[in-house]
């Protein structure tokens, strides 16, 4: 396979597929080569084949970067670990619908559970964040009639005031010919604008993005990459040079993340040893009172999941385990900026509450009222971060000998375990430039003097979801069998080197371009937002009738969206994209029921509910 990839294509250090391959054989591929390099993960050809892939064969997103195949590769690995988790809690076969009732049943016992993946719905689910409707009204629309601020509680507190608050998050040119470097203002822009680059984020005269974006420029202009990389670090900012794939891959802190695998389960060998812990038994559902569904078969039915994160990639992990059937409560802090609009999508089966870990009452009872019952704790801070509130990894390593029953520890960061970076703080726009993803776009684009651009959708914060999902799914597997704790890294700068690898290769020139003609794609420059360049996807699929059917919210149960009639956002109905990975009966076509996976109630507001109204 190494012989049809073209080198340095998109720039040093790249690898261009000279044969193309349809995207639901290259994510066959990829799922192949992502579980043979995976700690852990089965090489049982009986189970690896149960994994099918579907869909349309060219790619419908943006550039060269097989961010689809990868994504769909995870999916597949997500609902095969599922699979073994069914197994273990006596449900190795599929159910299905048959009779008057209506009700899953046992399917016949040489029937055997098939996961099916569609890559299309794949690279759809890298924009689902956005894929909502309120009242049949997409969330673009909404947008762009500004009515979607007024709907939704108020977490960005002035985020995006101004153009110049909006345009501090961009890739901007230095003083060096031809490098780039990525600003981000967390959501905090003035501080970061003030030390970094001493100018304004108040600056009057200043009224339109074009605008904003050539006053930033002039001033980072000022600065080499190296002069700016200080300015930031020193000041504790986030914001990185735009690398190469070589020059990333070359690096310390490069060389660092390669040595571990994408999926980081690690077990927590040194901690005090605990019994393996079984599932717990499956329970009625709600329904069952009506005639409905008997019992809940989920996966992760019973098991009890603590989300501490923010923003995309973190909240990706617990909306994967809830559609599992895990129950999750995030926690949210109330002094921390949020993006409004993530609240239609993340919180899908979710309960919400905001928690003040500065104050010693919102502590103590996180400490002792929901953690001694969590099986797994999601953390998206930096590492340390949480030591001083009782929350890292070995605090809780002794809660788990304490109550003999182990935890699993995920973690979700920009750059990895260990490193010279692995405590800087960073962000999806962080990651894509560091890694490379940012210089492969802006090549892949023609721009001139090396400008840089980011991919166009969230992917990076997406893929380290389904990584972090995907190892917490095979720790609860194997504290099943083998008891203990373990800690899951997932990495966002690691998403990227993986999807950049020569093993998977990039899509050719002419690929891109045909992918272009079709969707005739918008603007995209280094200044871009993430969120610019997220609608800019959107209103190409918009254009396009085939994407546009698909993204038809009023189909019902045969289409891509879950609906539910009323919601938290003002009781109007809300829809979102369903979740990726389908059961499905071998033999049959047939979807499983009773297994999910399937979000049970609508997304809420951050905080909706009050500490003491919460329980598993």
């Not at 390593?397 to 960061?413: F, H, N, P």
């Not at 962080?430 to 721009?447: P, T």
């Not at 990039?506 to 371009?513: F, G, I, P, T």
């Not at 009323?566 to 049959?588: C, I, M, Q, T, Y």
């Amino acid at each position: 396979m190494d012989q049809d990839r073209l080198p340095d294509v998109y720039g040093p250090g790249t690898f261009t597929n000279s044969v193309f391959s349809s995207v639901p054989d290259d994510s066959a591929r990829i799922f192949r080569l992502l579980a043979s390099q995976t700690p852990g993960f089965t090489q049982d050809e009986s189970l690896l084949s149960r994994v099918t892939f579907v869909g349309d064969s060219d790619p419908i997103i943006p550039g060269p970067i097989k961010s689809v195949p990868v994504a769909a590769a995870l999916h597949g690995m997500i609902g095969l670990v599922a699979h073994e988790i069914l197994s273990l809690r006596g449900v190795p076969n599929p159910r299905r619908t048959t009779g008057k009732s209506g009700d899953p049943v046992p399917s016949e016992s040489s029937a055997s559970r098939k996961v099916t993946i569609n890559t299309t719905h794949a690279a759809l689910w890298l924009a689902s964040v956005s894929l909502a409707y309120l009242d049949g009204e997409s969330f673009s629309s909404l947008a762009r009639q500004s009515r979607l601020r007024s709907m939704l509680p108020d977490w960005e507190r002035g985020w995006q005031f101004n153009a110049m608050r909006l345009r501090a998050t961009g890739i901007y040119p230095t003083k060096t010919p031809g490098r780039w470097y990525s600003l981000h203002g967390s959501l905090d822009q003035p501080p970061m604008l003030k030390e970094v680059l001493n100018i304004d984020a108040d600056e009057p005269g200043i009224d339109t993005h074009a605008d904003a974006a050539l006053y930033i420029a002039a001033s980072t202009q000022l600065y080499s990459p190296l002069e700016l990389e200080m300015k930031s670090i020193t000041g504790g900012f986030c914001g990185s040079i735009c690398f190469t794939p070589q020059e990333w891959r070359d690096s310390a802190m490069g060389k660092a993340l390669a040595r571990h695998p994408l999926v980081n389960v690690v077990p927590q060998s040194h901690a005090v040893p605990t019994p393996p812990v079984p599932f717990p038994a499956f329970f009625p559902s709600e329904s069952a009172a009506t005639g409905g569904e008997k019992e809940t078969t989920f996966p992760l039915s019973g098991i009890k999941v603590i989300e501490l994160t923010r923003i995309i990639a973190g909240p990706q992990i617990g909306a994967i385990l809830s559609s599992l059937g895990a129950s999750v409560i995030r926690i949210s802090a109330p002094h921390l900026r949020d993006i409004n609009s993530l609240q239609l999508t993340l919180n899908a089966g979710k309960q919400t509450i905001s928690l003040d870990l500065r104050e010693s009452s919102d502590r103590t009872y996180l400490l002792e009222n929901l953690l001694p019952q969590a099986d797994v704790f999601i953390q998206g801070f930096r590492p340390g971060v949480l030591d001083k509130y009782g929350l890292g990894l070995n605090h809780l390593l002794k809660m788990a000998g304490e109550r003999q029953k182990g935890i699993i520890y995920v973690t979700e960061s920009c750059y990895g375990p260990d490193g010279v970076y692995a405590s800087r703080p960073g962000w999806q726009q962080i990651a894509d430039c560091a890694s490379g993803a940012a210089h492969v776009m802006g090549r892949s684009l023609g721009l001139e003097d090396g400008e840089c651009v980011l991919p166009s959708l969230p992917i990076s914060d997406m893929t380290a979801g389904a990584v972090g999902a995907l190892g917490a799914l095979m720790a609860l597997r194997d504290r099943t069998t083998k008891g203990g704790s373990s800690l899951v890294h997932a990495s966002i700068v690691a998403g990227n080197m993986f999807a950049l690898s020569k093993e998977v290769g990039l899509y050719s020139r002419e690929v891109v371009a045909k992918c272009t003609q079709r969707f005739r794609w918008g603007e995209m420059r280094g200044q871009h937002h993430v969120l610019d360049l997220l609608r800019t996807v959107l209103a190409a699929w918009d254009r396009d009738d085939d994407v546009r059917e698909l993204l038809r919210e009023d189909i019902g149960d045969e289409g891509l969206f879950t609906t539910w009639e009323e919601s938290a956002f003002g009781g109007r109905r809300l829809s979102v994209l369903k979740p990726v990975v389908r059961f499905r009966v071998d033999g049959e076509g047939e979807a499983e029921l009773g297994v999910g996976p399937e979000w049970k109630t609508p997304s809420v507001p951050h905080g909706w509910s009050t500490k003491h109204d919460v329980t598993f």
